[in-house]
């Protein structure tokens, strides 16, 4: 599972849970892999993705990787950046692990970098 | 073999201008253009399956594509046609592919093979129906099948395991039989003759009948090679059945040649093809699996939300995971809508496969964002091997965003899932995690296959591609009003039954009943593994997709093909705005906005004209009238006005794009009305305008001035103005 994967996962589904963003993560076995750089696409997807919660994933699994702040506008022109978000949403994969629902602490266990989202019938709303 | 589809003609095959040669042949009638797609349509599966690419320099790696064990192509075929060009060196016949490479020793023969032979039908398919070869070199092989005298997983080959007596022994058998000499013509499977001991072994279901022993079991002659084979542990259990096929020289059969006096034993799966030469006997032993004489207890359809979703648990997630492997390599074509449903979305668009199985369609285009779920984690598991992103969920409660999605697709799933009240859970889950005005493709296989007479492709075993293009273009395209329907069952065309047991659908025929069970078979264990199938009739998918709202479009494509396609496009979402004097439910309300053509437009400067608004909403389609808002008191315009249009689309369009733009220097607002009616087009406020203008504080050039309540200072102290908007 990549972080950009991450960013748009939630545990919205069990019942009572309002928002269930951002899950947290327990990383037991991260890869690093390597993903061709595609600008266009990485300045695309930046609207797309929360970045408090890329933030706090990135802290979670403890990588050295500096994010700023706050996402200005001048950041998102700047290839230094960009690169490092390529890095950040697509190099990155937690093969062995979980992700914690922030509201319950429902543990989704990831095995070979897949996480498990069911839910039995009496978690659902 | 369908003769129409093909139209001979003749062609000159010359190797010297001077020396032209006519063949006629039966050759199909393809354009330059369909080659190269169906030669780039069977790279793209060598590069999916395999990971091989073309290459532009000659090597003696010649990719022949349909011609493989898939397309019923026998390696002695491809001998016989590839040849001639040059020394082979092997032919490989990946399994479950439809394709094979012919390795040259030297790299010419290749290029003079393509010349001759790409795309040129030969008679060699089954029933010696036309295959049409497309062709181009590769840059390696599959290395797995790279030395030839492998043999497939569990199957052994033991030289000279019968001697020169037992051999004439075991001969003497089919010379003195005579029904080998009747059954000639009944009884012959591609030329070849066979004859049954203990069972008759079924070619077309590949088992025997149990409950139909044969007179005749297997002949005392036989026994001795049975013992030896058991004694040395070749075989754990005595064989009760045999089959003794014998082939003419030039024949073929689905099995490797085996030398002389040979024994060869399977255990595993493995089909592999045989270069036959001479006259041959084969003595096939088996043993029928004794599980199979219990009768399987078949599910009835479920009455409860839990019966549905232990049904799901047992027919559907379970085989799966048990089948993924199997399923995967038969799931490598990706279906043409998808593919160009896919092609519409902008570089950088994030889109959710729900049910995406082995990922066939994650890598249509690599410049979207793509995620796959699916409920199966043995699929998911080939999809992580391709390095797709994934996550293992069920359709009906998908862990991600409410309006997010730029878009969706959901092939082949939906018609797994057995209760209409979780059809449209897993429906509304879909649109729920959709963006306004992002699309969904939804397929599911149809009930009625055929359609205006002509069978769709699932149930016409000789269909041939030419016929699938035809379908395709005659195919109708439909735009549905949603019917709005509170009830799930009423009028709707769901069909009911009294028994209730479902049953197991007879491949290749017409579906009996919307519900019942379709079997897999897994050629390894023998073994008939049953999925659950609810198969939608004529406007079922349509019904269910009415009882949600905050759909704007719906195409159903029907075609005749055995999947029926819907498109579905989420609506823009509503603001919190609600006319305080609509009469009616709130629910009501909402259902008439989200179905509405017409738009309130506020925040006009007092100035701006009904033919400034008319050019500025036409942009987004074709206006059908405008109604200015007026003073009720001047009866001049008072800064809004509602435009309707003819359709819910351009409606959506002026929602989108014009909300929020500049008109006359003031930038305007849009949002839903539930439909003008007379008496709308007055300002609600005490003088006769707006509202707003009644207590606006400010200084505004293009709305009279300052507020009507400011102008008149002192302010009045009676309290009656109330805010309505």
């Known amino acids: ?125 | 073999m369908n003769a129409d589809s093909f139209i001979p003609r003749i062609s000159f095959h010359s190797s010297d201008e001077k020396n032209q040669t006519a063949i006629i042949s039966l050759e199909s009638l393809d354009s330059g253009q369909t080659i190269d797609k169906k030669l780039t349509e069977y790279l793209n599966i060598l590069e999916r399956m395999d990971g091989i690419t073309t290459s532009n320099e000659l090597t003696q790696f010649l990719f022949v594509g349909n011609a493989g064990i898939q397309t019923h192509v026998s390696k002695e075929s491809l001998i016989e046609i590839f040849q001639p060009f040059g020394q082979i060196i092997d032919i490989l016949m990946p399994i479950g592919r439809p394709y094979s490479f012919i390795i040259y020793e030297n790299k010419e023969s290749g290029k003079e093979a393509i010349e001759q032979c790409n795309a040129r039908s030969y008679p060699i398919g089954i029933n010696q129906s036309n295959v049409t070869f497309y062709m181009a070199y590769v840059s390696n092989v599959p290395s797995i099948s790279l030395n030839s005298t492998s043999y497939p997983k569990g199957l052994t080959l033991i030289e000279n395991f019968i001697d020169d007596n037992e051999e004439k022994e075991l001969l003497k058998l089919i010379e003195i039989d005579p029904v080998v000499q009747n059954e000639d013509h009944r009884n012959n499977r591609r030329h070849r003759r066979g004859i049954h001991y203990g069972y008759e072994f079924r070619y077309a279901t590949n088992d025997v009948d149990t409950s139909k022993p044969l007179k005749k079991t297997i002949p005392q002659e036989c026994q001795s090679v049975i013992h030896r084979a058991w004694i040395l542990g070749y075989i754990k259990e005595k064989p009760d059945q045999l089959t003794v096929n014998c082939y003419e020289p030039g024949q073929v059969s689905d099995f490797r040649i085996v030398p002389r006096n040979s024994d060869i034993i399977m255990t595993d799966e493995g089909q592999v093809t045989i270069v036959p030469r001479l006259y041959r006997v084969s003595f096939t032993f088996r043993k029928v699996s004794q599980h199979q004489n219990t009768r399987q207890v078949l599910p009835v359809l479920p009455k409860s939300d839990l019966d549905a979703a232990q049904l799901e648990q047992n027919y559907v997630h379970k085989i799966y995971d048990k089948i993924a492997d199997n399923f995967s390599h038969t799931r490598h074509s990706a279906w043409p809508g998808v593919v160009e449903f896919l092609g519409k979305f902008t570089t950088g668009s994030i889109i959710l496969d729900v049910g995406c199985g082995n990922g066939k369609y994650m890598n249509i285009r690599n410049d979207l964002f793509m995620i796959g779920c699916d409920r199966s984690i043995g699929l998911l598991q080939i999809c992580r091997q391709r390095n797709f992103q994934v996550f293992l969920s069920d359709c009906m409660n998908i862990p991600v965003p409410t309006n997010f999605f730029d878009g969706a697709i959901c092939i082949a799933v939906l018609h797994h899932i057995s209760t209409p009240e979780r059809r449209l859970i897993a429906l509304r889950e879909i649109v729920r995690l959709l963006r306004p005005g992002g699309e969904v493709l939804i397929t599911v296989w149809a009930k009625e296959q055929t359609l205006e007479d002509k069978k769709s492709f699932y149930i016409d075993n000789n269909a041939n591609r030419k016929n699938k293009c035809h379908h395709h273009k005659t195919s109708e395209k439909k735009s549905l009003v949603c019917p709005v329907n509170d009830s799930l069952t009423k009028d709707s065309p769901i069909e009911t039954y009294e028994d209730d047991t479902l049953s197991v659908h007879k491949s290749r025929t017409e579906f009996q009943r919307s519900d019942c069970l379709v079997s897999w078979t897994k050629v390894k264990e023998n073994q008939q593994l049953l999925r659950y199938y609810h198969v939608y009739g004529q406007g079922e998918l349509e019904h269910l997709i009415g009882h949600i709202v905050e759909i704007l479009v719906m195409m159903s494509v029907s075609s005749a093909v055995a999947a029926l396609p819907f498109l579905i496009q989420k609506s823009v979402s509503l603001s919190l705005y609600r006319d305080q004097q609509f009469k009616g439910s709130r629910t009501e309300q909402e259902k008439r906005l989200l179905q509405s053509t017409t738009l309130y437009i506020g925040n006009l400067s007092f100035f701006t004209t009904e033919e400034q608004i008319h050019e500025l909403f036409s942009r987004a389609g074709d206006v059908k009238r405008i109604i200015m808002g007026l003073d009720r008191a001047t009866k001049t315009p008072c800064g809004f006005c509602f435009v309707e249009y003819y359709t819910r689309k351009d409606a959506e369009n002026g929602m989108r794009y014009i909300n929020g733009t500049r008109l006359d220097d003031r930038i305007i607002r849009t949002d839903w009305d539930a439909g003008f009616v007379e008496g709308r087009q007055y300002g609600r406020g005490r003088s006769g305008g707006q509202v707003r203008d009644e207590f606006r504080k400010d200084y505004d050039p293009g709305r009279g001035g300052f507020g009507k309540r400011f102008q008149n200072l002192p302010m009045d102290d009676e309290k009656t103005g109330h805010l309505r908007e």
Do not use: W
């Not at chain 1, 599972?1 to 019942?15: A, D, E, P």
């Open chain 1, 1 to 125: 599972m990549k972080l950009i994967t991450h960013n748009m996962l939630t545990s919205n589904i069990i019942k009572g849970v309002k928002n269930g963003f951002p899950l947290k993560i327990n990383a037991v076995k991260v890869e690093n892999i390597t993903v061709d750089y595609n600008r266009d696409f990485i300045t695309r997807m930046l609207p797309r993705i929360e970045y408090n919660a890329l933030r706090s994933a990135v802290s979670d699994i403890g990588i050295n990787e500096s994010l700023p702040e706050v996402l200005s506008e001048s950041l998102q022109e700047d290839d230094e950046f960009l690169k490092k978000m390529h890095k950040v949403l697509l190099e990155i994969e937690i093969e062995e692990g979980e992700l914690i629902c922030p509201e319950t602490g429902r543990k989704f266990p990831i095995r070979k970098g897949i996480p498990n989202m069911l839910l039995s019938e009496s978690e659902v709303s």
